[in-house]
Structures are given as C-alpha cells and as structure tokens.
C-alpha cells in the first residue's frame, strides 16, 4: 500500500474529522430542538471552515509529497490532479 502524505498526521486528522462530525450532529440536534436559524447557520459556518482548514491541510501535505516527490514523468499530471482538485474545492463556494 502506498504511504500517503498526510500518514504522518493521521492521528490529529481523525481526531479533528470526529470533531466536525460531532459539530454536524450538533447541528442536527440544533434543527431538532428549533434553535434559531442564525444560530444554527453560524454552526455550520464553522463547520464548513474546519473543513476547509482539513482540505488545505491536506493540499499542503499532498504538494509536499505525492507532487514534489514525483518522478519527473509522473510530476505534471500530480500537478494537474492536484490543481482540479483545489478547482472543485474553489467552485464550492
């Protein structure tokens, strides 16, 4: 199986995925109990800034390793999936 670049760092990545998946069941909550809907928007607001503080983190680490280290024949197209993938990440919002 191939290393990934975020390997290293897997542990601190599951544990900040378990918490915005603890945020989103809080949201959940919130729509159950009728919070108000500012509130409940502010929640996922911060929800979808720790995921893009998760996806950024993981741009990082796959530039540094699966692109930098590419072979030279394999470097453009890791550059290529690299950037479409920041461009879908980008139309999102």
């Given at each position: 199986?191939?290393?990934?670049?975020?390997?290293?760092?897997?542990?601190?990545l599951?544990?900040?995925?378990?918490?915005?998946?603890?945020q989103?069941?809080?949201?959940?909550?919130m729509v159950?109990?009728?919070?108000?809907?500012?509130?409940?928007?502010?929640?996922?607001?911060a929800?979808?800034?720790?995921?893009?503080k998760?996806?950024?983190?993981?741009?990082?680490?796959?530039a540094?390793?699966?692109v930098?280290?590419?072979?030279?024949?394999?470097?453009?197209?890791?550059?290529?999936?690299?950037?479409?993938a920041?461009?879908r990440?980008?139309r999102?919002?």
């Amino acid at each position: 199986m191939a290393e990934r670049g975020y390997s290293a760092t897997k542990e601190q990545l599951n544990q900040r995925l378990a918490r915005i998946e603890g945020q989103v069941r809080g949201v959940s909550r919130m729509v159950e109990d009728d919070r108000y809907c500012i509130d409940v928007l502010t929640q996922i607001s911060a929800i979808q800034a720790a995921l893009d503080k998760v996806a950024l983190g993981l741009i990082d680490d796959h530039a540094r390793h699966c692109v930098m280290g590419a072979d030279e024949a394999d470097e453009a197209d890791k550059t290529d999936e690299l950037m479409a993938a920041v461009g879908r990440l980008m139309r999102r919002s």
